[in-house]
Every structure is written in C-alpha cells, then in structure tokens.
C-alpha cells in the first residue's frame, strides 16, 4: 500500500465514519477510496463491510432502551433467523461474482442506493401516514414478510448500501409505529447481517488486513467526531450531501467504465 | 450485438413487461386477495435463483431481466404484505 493511499483511505474511513454516525452512507465514501486504491471490486467491497462494522455495533450500545420490549423481539425472531441465512447467502455471491461482473454492477449499486437514500424516507413516511387499521395478519403475511427481509439481508451481504432505508420501510408496511423502535431493531438486524458477511469474508480471505486496519482506525475516530457534531449539524443538509456523494459516485462509475 | 444476447434481452423484456399491468390492477384495487401468496412467493424465490443463476455466469441479459422482474415481484409482495396488515389504506 502506497503512502498516499494509506492517506486517502485513513481520510476517507473517517469522514465515513463521521456520516454514518450522523445520517449513513459512509460506504459512498469508503467502498470508492477502496476502489481509487487499487483494491479489487469484491475485496474493496468485503473490506469496506468490516472497516464500518464496528460503527453500526457502536450505535446498538446506544438503542439499549429501545431494545428492552420482549414482545417486539418475540415479533422480529424470524426476521433474525432470515438475516442470518440471507447475508450468508449474499456474501458468499458476492465471493462467488466474476470481479469484472461485479465491476460492471458498481455504478448500478451506487445508484440504486442513492436512490434509496433520496426516496426510501419519503416512502416509509407515506406508508406511515396512510395505514389504516391494523389488522391481524395470517401465517402466510408473515412469511411474505420474512422473504422480503431474506431479500434484504442477501443484499446486505452482496453489498448493502442504503439497506438501513429498506428495512426501516418494511417495518413501517408490518405496521410498526414507534420510529425509535424501528431504528433500533434496523441497526440490530444491520449489525448482524453485516457480522455475518463480515464472518464469511474473513474466513473466505477476501479481505485486505493492512487497509481494513487503517480504515477501522479512521471510521472509529470519524464515529466519534460524527457523533461530536451530529447535536450542532444540520441533519438535512448532511443528508444532502450524501446523496450529492452518491450521485457524483455513481456518475463517475459509469463514466469510467 | 450478437443474436443470442438480442434474444435474451428481449425474452427478459417481455417476461419482465408482463408484472406490470399485475402491479398496476393490485396498486388500483387496493386489494391483494385474488394473488396467490405460494405462486407469489415461489416465484419471487424462483427469480432470485434466476438472478444468481446469471451472476455467476456473468450474464448480462439474465442479470439485468430479473433484477427487473424482481424489483417488480418485491413490488407486489410489499402491496400483499401491507394490505394483509393494515386492511385498505385510508383516502
């Protein structure tokens, strides 16, 4: 690892860090520095997982009260059973991908996600708003539920930007009120997804130890400084900036292909 | 383009195509009933493999047809899903 690339990705797992603390997408930042480094596309993918984990473990230590209701936990187990099977199974494809298939999905993932991150907000507050009387649903609505969030842990597993958005939407159509609530259990649910790909690219030596040392490093002292500023910053305009971050990331992908 | 990959992508076209006017009858009906949640959910699994199926083989066709297909499948399994929960959606 060149020195001016050990600079780039202290620099970028920081400000990583710093946003995922504030208003996620970090990966906009940290995935790219990876890839503008020379790591190749899965293994900058499978570092850029472990070099934020420990950020997302970082927030569920600070969910604690939200996360004492047994009943909830008894309503979300096969969401963790699902999890765990699905970021299995996302990561091992994403081990699985040619990297020149994977390369050629980067620009479509940073877009999508940034899609996520500018719209998923506004769907789960519209869902929010126009539920109706909660009814109690079959067996069968709830596997349908359980698939849903198979899908989004095979996708947390295979690359996982902006699924935070996603799962706070599937709560919001099981018909979940309490936001903090909701927050709570999409951080649990993202920490063990991302354990378990984080688990699976380890044992499969996809990842590169120098950077991924450096860049937790970096995404711990950014974590702290983003939690620091988050009281004084302006939520909107951080998300803004993401997506700014998203869309100029996904442009240049398509751009250079 | 070579003839294969034409047929494929107009295969993925038209199976693709042909969720939307579903998507479109259960987003005006407000009501999921009449699909099947096994033939939904069988088939959401189905285009899945599908989607593997083409990413390990790196084919773009398949790839880029059942990503569509699914990203309209999840579609209908979400209106299912909430209608299940929440009755119809107040106006």
Same mark, same amino acid.
């Given at each position: 690892?060149?020195?001016?690339?050990?600079?780039?990705?202290?620099?970028?797992?920081?400000?990583?860090?710093?946003? !995922?603390?504030?208003?996620?997408?970090?990966?906009?930042?940290?995935?790219?520095?990876?890839?503008?480094?020379?790591?190749?596309?899965? !293994?900058?993918?499978?570092?850029?997982?472990?070099?934020?984990?420990?950020?997302?473990?970082?927030?569920?230590?600070?969910?604690?009260?939200?996360?004492?209701?047994?009943?909830?936990?008894?309503?979300?187990?096969?969401?963790?059973?699902?999890?765990?099977?699905?970021?299995?199974?996302?990561?091992?494809?994403?081990?699985?991908?040619?990297?020149?298939?994977?390369?050629?999905?980067?620009?479509?993932?940073?877009?999508?996600?940034?899609?996520?991150?500018?719209?998923?907000?506004?769907?789960?507050?519209?869902?929010?708003?126009?539920?109706?009387?909660?009814?109690?649903?079959?067996?069968?609505?709830?596997?349908?539920?359980?698939?849903?969030?198979?899908?989004?842990?095979?996708?947390?597993?295979?690359?996982?930007?902006?699924?935070?958005?996603?799962?706070?939407?599937?709560?919001?159509?099981?018909?979940?009120?309490?936001?903090?609530?909701? !927050?709570?259990?999409?951080?649990?649910?993202?920490?063990?997804? !991302?354990?378990?790909?984080?688990?699976?690219?380890?044992?499969?030596?996809?990842?590169?130890?120098?950077?991924?040392?450096?860049?937790?490093?970096?995404?711990?002292?950014?974590?702290?400084?983003?939690?620091?500023?988050?009281?004084?910053?302006?939520?909107?305009?951080?998300?803004?900036?993401?997506?700014?971050?998203?869309?100029?990331?996904?442009?240049?992908?398509?751009?250079?292909? | 383009?070579?003839?294969?990959?034409?047929?494929?992508?107009?295969?993925?076209?038209?199976?693709?195509?042909?969720?939307?006017?579903?998507?479109?009858?259960?987003?005006?009906?407000?009501?999921?009933?009449?699909?099947?949640?096994?033939?939904?959910?069988?088939?959401?699994?189905?285009?899945?493999?599908?989607?593997?199926?083409?990413?390990?083989?790196?084919?773009?066709?398949?790839?880029?047809?059942?990503?569509?297909?699914?990203?309209?499948?999840?579609?209908?399994?979400?209106?299912?899903?909430?209608?299940?929960?929440?009755?119809?959606?107040?106006?």
């Amino acid at each position: 690892m060149l020195p001016p690339h050990s600079l780039l990705l202290f620099i970028a797992a920081t400000l990583a860090g710093a946003l !995922n603390s504030v208003a996620g997408g970090g990966g906009f930042i940290a995935f790219p520095a990876l890839l503008f480094a020379g790591t190749p596309p899965i !293994n900058a993918n499978a570092t850029n997982t472990i070099a934020l984990w420990p950020g997302t473990m970082a927030s569920v230590g600070a969910y604690r009260s939200e996360l004492a209701d047994s009943r909830t936990w008894r309503m979300m187990l096969p969401l963790f059973l699902v999890t765990v099977a699905g970021s299995l199974a996302g990561a091992r494809l994403l081990l699985r991908t040619p990297q020149m298939t994977f390369m050629r999905q980067v620009p479509w993932l940073l877009l999508g996600a940034t899609l996520l991150f500018t719209f998923g907000g506004r769907v789960t507050r519209w869902v929010r708003q126009r539920a109706g009387q909660r009814v109690h649903a079959s067996r069968l609505a709830v596997v349908g539920v359980a698939a849903l969030q198979l899908l989004v842990s095979i996708y947390i597993g295979y690359f996982g930007a902006g699924a935070g958005i996603l799962m706070l939407a599937l709560f919001a159509v099981m018909g979940m009120e309490n936001i903090h609530t909701m !927050n709570a259990f999409k951080t649990v649910l993202a920490s063990c997804a !991302n354990g378990v790909a984080m688990i699976t690219f380890i044992v499969a030596k996809a990842v590169v130890w120098p950077q991924a040392v450096l860049m937790i490093a970096g995404a711990i002292v950014g974590g702290y400084g983003g939690a620091w500023y988050a009281q004084k910053l302006d939520q909107k305009v951080v998300r803004y900036l993401v997506i700014a971050i998203g869309a100029g990331m996904s442009a240049y992908f398509f751009w250079s292909r | 383009m070579p003839l294969t990959t034409t047929i494929g992508y107009v295969a993925g076209t038209l199976t693709t195509v042909s969720f939307l006017p579903q998507l479109i009858k259960t987003w005006r009906c407000k009501s999921a009933k009449e699909i099947s949640w096994v033939m939904l959910l069988a088939f959401a699994l189905g285009v899945t493999l599908w989607l593997v199926y083409g990413i390990f083989l790196g084919s773009a066709p398949i790839i880029v047809a059942n990503t569509a297909t699914l990203a309209l499948v999840v579609l209908i399994l979400v209106l299912k899903v909430y209608y299940s929960f929440h009755g119809k959606p107040e106006n």
